[in-house]
């Protein structure tokens, strides 16, 4: 079988178990099975692929039929130009909370900062920091052992071991040091709206990571709160937030000391993310 037959098969098979990214995913998976980019793929389209790379590849397939998201099945995901290690106890990183790093990355530039991540997860936003900011260190807390051991990983991976650290930490329960910058992206999804997920989220992303409670602020009242006696005075506090959050998010932050500097909007035009200062 050639690899324009693969790709092509792939694709049909996805495309009739309606994934809509179909060609993308059956290219994706082919290329990560085979270790060669996307376009070597569409130039040498009449290679022909062994066997072994065949059964690995349908292996793949049918788990994406499945709704498996991708990133589980190659075990990672690009986010900030790095591949990061996930599986099923982090969530898959989107493209939506770089806006966050964009901001923070331009307001710390050649400074030396203090970081904690609160819900670090695979450690993807903390990381992803520091490798921008080459003088700064930081701390990343989940309360999920197997999220912390993940994000171990992609600390080693990207050499940067000696300037994090990752702990398994309730929130409430989290006194140690004082910080430059607190950056969350929290479970923010109202219980209500959480059956209504598609089934790539719903059947494989880790739920206590994306559960908000009733309102979806649970967790967002809680950060705020332990920020203030975590944040050094005129510390940042960073958060992504999840749809019609904003004016919610913002009042509660103004009743506990903290003095919006911006809001991002994502391609949708909704605020994903409120910085704010302690004042």
């Known amino acids: 079988m050639t690899l324009e037959n693969a790709i092509k098969n792939g694709s049909q098979i996805l495309k009739s178990n309606s994934i809509a990214s179909h060609q993308l995913d059956a290219q994706i998976i082919l290329s990560d099975i085979m270790g060669v980019t996307k376009e070597f793929l569409i130039i040498n389209n009449n290679i022909k692929i062994s066997q072994k790379v065949a059964t690995k590849y349908y292996s793949a397939i049918k788990r994406r039929v ?8 190659l075990g990672k995901k690009e986010f900030w130009s790095k591949d990061f290690i996930v599986n099923y106890s982090t969530l898959v990183p989107r493209p939506e909370t770089e806006i966050l790093i964009y901001y923070l990355v331009d307001y710390y530039k050649n400074k030396k900062i203090n970081i904690l ?11 992803s920091l520091l490798k921008e900011l080459s003088n700064s260190n930081g ?3 989940d309360i999920s052992a197997k999220a912390i051991y993940t994000a171990k990983i992609n600390s080693k991976r990207l050499n940067l071991s000696f300037r994090s650290k990752f702990k398994v930490f309730n929130i409430n329960k ?3 040091g004082k910080y430059d910058l607190i950056v969350s992206n929290p479970p923010y999804i109202p219980s209500k709206d959480i059956k209504n997920l598609s089934r790539d989220i719903l059947s494989y992303e880790p739920l206590a990571a994306l559960k908000g409670g009733i309102d979806g602020l649970d967790v967002i009242k809680k950060v705020v709160y332990k920020s203030k006696s975590l944040l050094k005075q005129n510390g940042l506090l960073a958060i992504e937030i999840g749809t019609n959050q904003y004016l919610k998010v913002y009042s509660f932050l103004r009743k506990h000391g903290f003095r919006e500097l911006a809001k991002k909007y994502d391609c949708n035009h909704n605020v994903r993310c409120i910085i704010s200062t302690k004042v």
Do not use: K, M
């Open 66 to 73: 499945n709704r498996e998201p991708v990133a589980y099945i």
């Open 117 to 127: 991540d609160i819900g670090t997860g695979s450690g993807c936003i903390l990381l």
């Open 139 to 141: 701390i990343g807390i």
């Open 174 to 176: 989290f006194l140690i």
